[in-house]
């Protein structure tokens, strides 16, 4: 009798029959080249930056220098408010650091009901699910939400995790030029009358900073057939009214049927959801698989999480101060002669558009080293080859700091030559 465990067996008896392994990590090469040559360059790397202190929602210790963070989407600066920190505290003595399980199992504990409950408030809506993080949130709703035989039409400069809900799904999907309202309509106009259809867009598209034509895009979508999905990311807190978002903001209350977001933002902590008022959206939990499959978000995050969403239906003063901030920054910048991703400063990002990788690099390391932190961001994940630095505002920066940005980006603007 043979040993089927003797691996000698397994093997062919001729060593040359062995397939060489082929390293799956070489696909990697032509990005760690370009990685290393920008090191050699002499900057700092962009990509692995860290914060040493943090010492408000504005300012942080990097490479040993005092720096203001003007590239954090800390829109309403809840990350030090001293309500949210004392609700995590307590959470963490009375619930301990972590779950251990899903939301479905025994991973939901009272502050996950709670923020659930805020978050009802908030919407004024009747159904709200947490999920573990806003990408989370996106892949789960989206794949769950249309499959086979139906259609997920989502704009081409959608957020990754937009794409990636419409790549675990198995729907046929279908894009439109960005904000394009036509293009939507048109391409709508060529799919079956009777198949299921969910239009995803965006209220503040984050690369440029720009908003979402929702009004004329959810009435396209309506005269379709459509249900529409809006990720409100980058508008919670400061955008409508009740600071719900641009679609609060645009009237559309009650015709955006689910509206994704994030606690990662001007909430200050981590975490996803989506908001409803479907009769049946509870069921989403029963069958939406990241949701399902991975463990809920520390008791912690979501106590710190509900007292910030509490805070942020009351937080009118921090609001017209952000929007404030936005309008000098882009003022300024704009007089300067910078390109910007707007014409106006229609969101808290404000993004300045560069030429090359060489002067995004240049511009971005000498704002670091005057003393301001800001986003770079490059193909693929801008819009049309574009080399950005993005800059998004808080609620808390000072109208000094805001100067002192002005101050510092003049400087690097002429010393790399993109200014006169
Ligand atoms: N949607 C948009 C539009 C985003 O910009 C982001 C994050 N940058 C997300 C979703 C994901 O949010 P989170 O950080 O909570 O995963």
Known sequence: ??????????????????????????????????RQALLDSGVTDPFAIVMEQVKSPTEAVIKGKDT???????????????????AGKDALDTFGSGTNGSRMLNGTFRDHMEVEQALREFYGVSGAIVFST??????????????????????????????????????????FRHNDVEDLDKRLGRLPKEAGKLVVLEGVYSMLGD???????????????????????????FFGPNGRGVYEDQGLEGQVDFVVGTFSKSVGTVGGFCISDHPKFEAIRLACRPYIFTASLPPSVVATAATSIRKLMHAHNKRAHLWENARTLHGGLKAMGFRLGTEAPDSAII?????DQEQAVMMWQALLDGGVY????????TPAGTYLLRC??????????????????????QAVGVIG
């Not at 249900?227 to 919670?236: I, N």
């Not at 805001?402 to 400087?411: K, M, N």
């Open 1 to 34: 009798m043979t040993d089927s465990l003797n691996t000698a067996d397994a093997l062919p008896a001729n060593p040359a029959e062995v397939a060489p392994e082929r390293d799956l990590m070489s696909k990697f090469d032509g990005l760690i080249a370009e």
């Open 68 to 86: 203001i963070l003007l590239g954090t989407y800390n829109y309403m600066g809840m990350t030090f408010d001293p309500d949210v920190i004392q």
């Open 134 to 175: 806003g990408y989370m949130a996106n892949l789960g709703m989206i794949s769950t939400l249309v499959g086979k035989g139906e259609y997920v039409i989502l704009d081409a400069d959608s957020h990754a995790s937009i794409y990636d809900g419409c790549k675990q799904g198995n729907a046929e999907i279908v894009r």
């Open 211 to 237: 908003i979402a034509p929702l009004k004329e895009m959810v009435a396209v979508a309506k005269k379709h057939g459509c249900m529409v999905l809006s990720d409100e990311a980058h508008s919670m807190g």
């Open 351 to 355: 993004a300045v558009i560069l030429e």
């Open 374 to 381: 800001v986003n770079m961001a490059r193909p693929p994940a």
């Open 392 to 413: 998004s505002l808080c609620a808390e920066h000072s109208t000094e700091q805001i100067e002192r940005v002005l101050g510092l980006f003049r400087a690097a603007g």
